[in-house]
């Protein structure tokens, strides 16, 4: 097989430098069939090429074949088809809090912390229960006038429930309220309420501590479901949406979770050039904690479209060509293409479903293509005029 192709190379030399070789020995250098004229040279077997055959990019030449030579030549094709492009991306992310399963606990009033009753991030609470006990002067002075009220001679139902009205605007609990009425005495504190279940994830509450409504006690979050944000980066921004499946890898977890990008950020972060993308995970064990690390891997489709082998496109510039099998002769062909992904382009024009190309051998092919076209226009026996 190798001494063919020396064979096969050593012809294109000597048909580059002689203008009328041997016509015998160009005959068996190029291993045409037995059964073709003896006397047929190179320009015979370029002329070969059916007549129908389409136009060559400028600088090229049809190739005539026979199996002999596809042989010797280690010719090998492969079909144009319709496949499903995809690419596989690699970003990173972190576990965060479900902020819809979040609450900040503020005061509605100034006062001090008189009870401390949850002490420690991490602790877990339910709806309702006491997180500090607050006194509160404009508080108490509600309650005083509530307790006048109901022990005046003179009832008002307008003005007692001014009073109850306003006593729940500062989220004052009504057993406290109701305390205030059965009695007649104001209550010093009150309770500052939990409003929802959860686990204290920040805290800010200490006790003897003067607040006012801008300051956050609490932060609490419900740790059964959590988010993952991840960072896609503005290259793959336009291939990531939102139903996209990825697989997520966590720090500190055996087994990948799969999981769908519920949400897309509406912006690109300036600072790091990425866009937020968002999971949602159960966590009824609360494995999963705020703060780790995710490894996020996607395969994300590019649509369906017709695809050439790499190995069959030959870059000379700006050009891309490719050599269409037909048989009998090979076809060079200027395609256009689009991006690479893993080893097929996608092909915008120049091709059509089911036609051969070649995949191997196709640098010979292509040196014997120009080899043609130039000995057909002439130039490249300029130098030998002379003789």
Same mark, same amino acid.
């Given at each position: ?13 000597? =048909? @580059?430098? !002689?203008?009328?070789? #041997?016509? %015998? ?7 045409? &069939?037995? *059964?073709? $004229? +003896?006397?047929?040279?190179?320009? =015979? @077997?370029? !002329?070969?090429?059916? #007549?129908? %055959? ?7 030449? &049809?190739? *005539?074949? $026979? +199996? ?7 010719? !090998? ?311």
């Amino acid at each position: 097989m190798s001494r063919l192709v020396r064979t096969f190379i050593t012809s294109l030399l000597l =048909a @580059a430098c !002689t203008k009328h070789s #041997a016509p %015998a020995e160009e005959q068996v250098n190029r291993t045409e &069939p037995a *059964a073709a $004229d +003896p006397h047929a040279g190179h320009n =015979a @077997a370029a !002329t070969s090429v059916p #007549a129908g %055959a389409a136009t060559p990019p400028e600088g090229f030449a &049809p190739v *005539a074949l $026979d +199996p002999a030579q596809a042989s010797a030549m280690g010719l !090998t094709t492969e079909a144009v088809e319709e496949r499903d492009f995809s690419r596989k991306m690699r970003t990173v992310g972190v576990v965060t809090v479900d902020e819809t399963r979040t609450a900040h606990v503020h005061s509605r009033v100034r006062g001090w912390i008189e009870g401390f009753h949850v002490q420690y991030v991490g602790q877990k609470v339910k709806k309702g229960e006491a997180l500090v006990s607050l006194y509160s002067q404009e508080v108490y002075a509600a309650e005083l006038e509530l307790a006048s009220l109901t022990k005046s001679s003179i009832k008002s139902p307008e003005l007692l429930e001014a009073a109850r009205k306003r006593l729940a605007l500062w989220e004052v609990p009504s057993s406290i309220v109701q305390k205030v009425e059965e009695t007649g005495e104001p209550q010093r504190t009150f309770p500052l309420a939990a409003p929802r279940s959860g686990v204290v994830v920040a805290k800010q509450a200490f006790d003897g501590l003067f607040i006012d409504p801008s300051l956050e006690l609490y932060t609490i979050t419900d740790l059964s479901r959590v988010w993952v944000s991840a960072d896609v980066y503005e290259a793959d921004v336009s291939d990531v949406r939102i139903g996209s499946e990825a697989k997520l890898t966590i720090e500190g977890i055996a087994e990948a979770r799969t999981a769908k990008v519920a949400f897309l950020a509406p912006t690109i972060d300036e600072r790091t050039r990425t866009r937020k993308a968002r999971f949602e995970l159960a966590n009824p064990n609360a494995a999963l904690m705020p703060g780790a690390f995710v490894t996020v891997e996607m395969e994300l489709g590019l649509g369906r479209g017709l695809a050439v082998s790499e190995s069959a496109v030959i870059r000379t510039g700006a050009r891309s060509i490719v050599f269409v099998v037909h048989g009998t002769h090979a076809e060079p062909r200027e395609v256009k293409l689009g991006a690479r992904v893993g080893e097929y382009y996608r092909v915008q024009s120049g091709l059509t479903a089911g036609e051969l190309v070649a995949t191997g051998a196709q640098f010979l092919l292509d040196s014997e293509s120009r080899l043609r076209a130039t000995s057909k226009t002439g130039g490249g026996h300029a130098g030998h005029g002379g003789h």
